[in-house]
């Protein structure tokens, strides 16, 4: 089955073997293994990239599903200059432990902060709350968003 | 091991035509399915019939007397409509609190009520607003209200060769709420919810729809409740009378997520909530 979606900014077309998950195309056969898998089964948020822009899980996808979307990984939100802020806001505050959900929290974030400028403190955990963290206590993680947020607000003054 | 396709129509016609198939398995957004084929690496999967590029399943349409809801819209997109905030805020409520964002943006209502889970987030609210299911197969059409569609957990009427086409909900305007209670507010299963459709003119309740999830195996009416409320002026006395009725319906069990007793109490607390904060509001 062939599908034509478009991945990090370029269009793709690819011949899909047969039933596969998203993540596994991803990280099997596009080399793309920023994303990662925890559970499998949309509970840890590890595995999130965009769809359309909005947050999914690429382990509760099929391939075949992405067709005529949008996917957007970590890798394509890591090249992007305007979700720079949220990268450097987990490495200053330490939001990162053994980095395993980083990549999905990151995405998460950054599809926050694309839709708005100023969330709260509670907005932020709402956001997030698909995605779990075993090392910082998630407080770290609030504070490296909420930095990122007044910077991107700063920069636009 | 996954050597097949997956069955991808764009349209309604094709998919009725591939479902007349013996054996498929449907996905909608697949955050039921996916997870209940994650366990089965080792065994082929069934032969899957993919239905989310069904574009016409996908919306919400405004009708003079009704509202109609396609079974591939979104958890966010009914948590986001402004026709559902103002025809059934229960259901916005409900798919506002389910999942994550991630499940909340893929998981759909038709795949929902599909699922048939007693615990199903959805399914309270659609009760309370006498939601009608639209179920078409390549030769028949037939509707039926939503409490004659499940006979337990995970079963259901649909025939083999059918689809939920399409949720009706009528444009009757009531007030009401859903509440529920998981181990943690995100991407926990509910332990037990209640949704609640309410008629108030002048303090007195004209009509009252109360729905309990997760305490039966189906979503279960509180008739006895609904019974004492049904033309009575709504007083925190009458509050009470109603959950302590409503307690005494809920039929749970001990699982993995909760016990009985627990279940059974707090369908009345839950029930005394809702009311509570109507009564405060008028």
Redesign the interface.
Same mark, same amino acid.
């Given at each position: 089955?062939k599908v034509r979606f478009k991945l990090n900014g370029k269009f793709v077309m690819l011949d %899909?073997? #047969?039933?596969?998950?998203l993540i596994d195309l991803l990280r099997e056969r596009l080399d793309l293994v920023g994303t990662k898998e925890g559970c /499998?089964? #949309?509970?840890c #948020?590890a595995c999130?990239v965009l769809?359309d822009g909005?947050?999914? @899980?690429s @382990?509760?996808? %099929?391939a +075949?599903?992405i *067709? /005529?979307h949008e996917i957007v990984t970590i890798e394509g939100v890591a090249a992007d200059n305007r979700y720079a802020h949220i990268l450097n806001a987990f490495e200053e505050t330490g939001a990162v432990q053994c980095g395993y959900c980083s990549p999905g929290m990151i995405v +998460?974030a950054a *599809?926050l902060l694309a839709r708005n400028r100023h969330p709260s403190d509670n907005e932020i955990k709402? *956001?997030l *709350? /698909?995605?779990l963290c075993r090392c910082t206590g998630y407080s770290k993680i609030i504070e490296a968003v909420s930095r990122a947020a007044e910077r991107v607000a700063q920069e636009r003054k | 091991m996954k050597e097949q396709d997956t069955i991808n129509p764009s349209s309604l016609r094709q998919a009725l035509a591939a479902k007349a198939r013996p054996n498929l398995v449907v996905v909608a957004g697949g955050t039921d399915i996916l997870v209940q084929l994650h366990d089965r690496v080792d065994r082929p999967w069934p032969k899957l019939l993919v239905l989310d590029g069904i574009k016409a399943l996908g919306k919400i349409t405004l009708h003079d007397d009704f509202v109609t809801i396609g079974p591939n819209v979104t958890f966010s997109e009914i948590e986001s409509s402004p026709i559902i905030g103002k025809y059934a805020p229960q259901l916005a409520q409900a798919a506002s609190v389910a999942g994550s964002v991630q499940i909340r943006n893929r998981a759909t209502i038709g795949g929902n009520v599909a699922n048939a889970s007693p615990a199903g987030d959805l399914i309270p609210p659609l009760y309370v607003l006498g939601a009608t299911l639209e179920l078409l197969s390549v030769r028949t059409k037939r509707s039926m209200p939503i409490e004659k569609f499940f006979v337990g957990p995970g079963k259901t009427v649909l025939k083999s060769n059918e689809l939920i086409t399409a949720i009706r909900i009528s444009k009757v305007k009531r007030i009401g709420f859903f509440l529920r209670l998981g181990t943690r507010q995100a991407l926990a299963i509910s332990k037990v919810s209640v949704a609640a459709a309410l008629m108030i003119k002048s303090g007195i309740i004209l009509d009252v729809k109360i729905a309990l999830g997760a305490v039966a195996p189906t979503v279960i009416r509180a008739g006895v409740a609904e019974e004492l409320l049904r033309g009575n002026r709504l007083d925190a006395k009458l509050i009470d009378h109603a959950a302590e009725a409503a307690s005494k319906e809920a039929r749970p069990i001990d699982d993995i997520r909760s016990v009985a007793a627990y279940r059974k109490e707090m369908v009345g607390i839950l029930l005394k909530r809702g009311l509570t904060k109507i009564l405060e509001s008028m």
């Open positions: 089955m %899909l073997p #047969g039933v596969e998950r /499998g089964k #949309g509970e #948020g999130t769809l909005k947050p999914v @899980c @382990c509760l996808m %099929l +075949s599903q *067709a /005529g +998460s *599809a709402r *956001a *709350a /698909g995605n | -």
